[in-house]
């Protein structure tokens, strides 16, 4: 974490000061909420739409904070230990640039609109084998999350890898130009923030924005199956926004067309994970703790970082294969009635359940196979038509029984009248009839993948199973 003298701290945000004879305060991590005060930290009071951190200065103090920024426009600070700031959010982003750049880690960004998270676990993991690695937690991925993440950093950090997210145009570009990455991934287009930017286009455009911040000579590394994300990324190059070059840009593609720098030669799937070879390094398989082609694909974008950063194959091998990965993102469960579940319920999008329900299907050496499938949400005003999309193309022979669960999910079901039997679709709007008709039903050897948008919170149809 950032550990600096007061007078430091004021040299690394545009305009600041503060007072004299604080100068030689030494802080010891920040924080911005004033619950989670630890002693030595930088207060870093933020405005929000409900709750203004100023209020909490004081408190901050009392608990242990060394010092607080405070904005100018706040009237006159209740405590002494302050570096005057003109925006608390700004300075914390430029607090956090400056540190990044002063511990001279070497920074991987990933965005996308499937599998930035787990991309962003592989990566970081096969990145630990070698060298000491830092990575975004949780759902820090954010104007607030990402500053918040390389002030948490430890100073000899070799690798910071960093996940990029957003909400409209300019995040990613503002997230870029903080961290000045050296590597910056984009794993795929989807049709995640249709409702937010209107068109898989724009949202194509707002992902490439990770570029803005590319150091001059640095790596893009993109998933060369998205044509989507090829035309927007070409017309980039033809026409790069104003001062940033492109020119001496090294680029590498991934996926698991033949074109591809790195792409799968093989692959199997068992109970513990899957595992592949691909086209670059043929003497060596690789495994990976998850389930899935789709997350063959992340995973490639893993290797080709590791083999850019100089990691051996062997420290790779090791590294995919002991991945600590977030939570619900197709994790494997076994109930205590004998079924199991794939608890995929952090999130989704249509091309993200179209991959889960792809490999529900593939899998074999189960009883019966069970989809429960909620609502995807910010698709815009064709979200109806994405829901049923989804059951036009589910196959009763790869799975034979849907529950829905959400007023959208039921476009799902009814996206398979007339290849499914009534009875062996269910749509429900009440959590807990699902969860009971789902206990009644089930029995060992049976497999029940858990699909939906974060809003629809069907881990907890998951933790009840379990």
Same mark, same amino acid.
């Not at 430029?94 to 998270?117: D, H, I, M, P």
């Not at 503002?174 to 949202?203: C, D, F, M, Y």
């Not at 194959?313 to 009635?337: C, F, P, W």
């Given at each position: ?22 100068? &030689?305060?030494? /802080? ?66 430029? *607090? ?26 592989? /990566? ?5 084998? $070698? ?31 960093? &996940? ?104 199997? $799937? ?62 494997? /469960? ?5 079924? $199991? ?75 398979? /009248? ?19 008709? *789902? ?28």
């Amino acid at each position: 974490m950032i550990q600096r003298k007061l007078h430091e701290i004021e040299t690394m945000i545009a305009g600041a000061s503060a007072a004299v004879e604080y100068s &030689e305060i030494r /802080i010891a991590g920040v924080t911005t909420d004033s619950r989670s005060v630890r002693k030595g930290n930088l207060f870093i009071p933020l405005i929000g739409e409900r709750v203004d951190g100023h209020q909490f200065v004081s408190s901050a103090i009392e608990q242990g904070a060394a010092a607080v920024l405070w904005q100018r426009d706040q009237g006159t600070p209740p405590v002494a230990q302050v570096v005057l700031v003109d925006d608390t959010l700004l300075a914390m982003q430029q *607090l956090a640039a400056a540190y990044c750049e002063q511990t001279q880690a070497r920074v991987v960004a990933v965005t996308g609109s499937n599998g930035k998270t787990t991309t962003k676990d592989l /990566i970081a993991s096969a990145l630990a084998s $070698t060298y000491k690695v830092h990575k975004t937690e949780g759902n820090y991925n954010s104007h607030i999350g990402l500053p918040l993440t390389l002030l948490s950093m430890p100073a000899n950090t070799e690798m910071a890898v960093l &996940e990029m997210g957003m909400r409209g145009r300019d995040e990613i570009a503002l997230l870029s130009r903080i961290a000045k990455p050296e590597v910056a991934i984009i794993t795929n287009i989807g049709e995640s923030h249709l409702e937010q930017l209107g068109s898989r286009e724009e949202i194509a455009r707002a992902k490439l924005e990770i570029v803005y911040g590319l150091a001059a000579d640095g790596l893009l590394i993109y998933n060369g199956d998205d044509p989507l994300l090829q035309q927007e990324f070409e017309k980039l190059l033809h026409t790069p926004p104003s001062g940033i070059s492109v020119n001496e840009w090294k680029l590498l593609r991934f996926g698991e067309s033949t074109n591809n720098d790195f792409y799968p030669e093989g692959l199997m $799937t068992d109970g513990s994970g899957t595992h592949f070879s691909l086209n670059s390094i043929r003497s060596t398989s690789f495994t990976i703790p998850l389930l899935g082609r789709h997350n063959v694909v992340n995973a490639l974008a893993a290797v080709a970082v590791a083999k850019y950063m100089g990691v051996s194959t062997k420290d790779l091998r090791r590294g995919l294969a002991q991945a600590k990965l977030s939570g619900m993102r197709i994790e494997l /469960i076994r109930s205590a009635d004998g079924y $199991t579940i794939l608890n995929d319920a952090y999130n989704a999008s249509p091309s993200s359940m179209k991959a889960a329900l792809a490999l529900l299907a593939e899998l074999h050496g189960y009883n019966r196979k069970v989809a429960v499938l909620g609502d995807m949400l910010e698709l815009g005003e064709c979200e109806s038509e994405y829901h049923r999309e989804i059951g036009e193309s589910l196959d009763p022979s790869d799975i034979p029984y849907i529950y829905t669960y959400g007023k959208l999910g039921a476009d799902i079901a009814a996206g398979t /009248i007339g290849r499914y039997s009534p009875e062996r679709v269910l749509a429900f709007r009440d959590k807990q009839k699902l969860i009971d008709a *789902l206990k009644q039903f089930l029995r060992q050897d049976d497999i029940i993948l858990i699909k939906g948008s974060r809003g629809m919170r069907l881990e907890e149809v998951a933790n009840a199973l379990q």
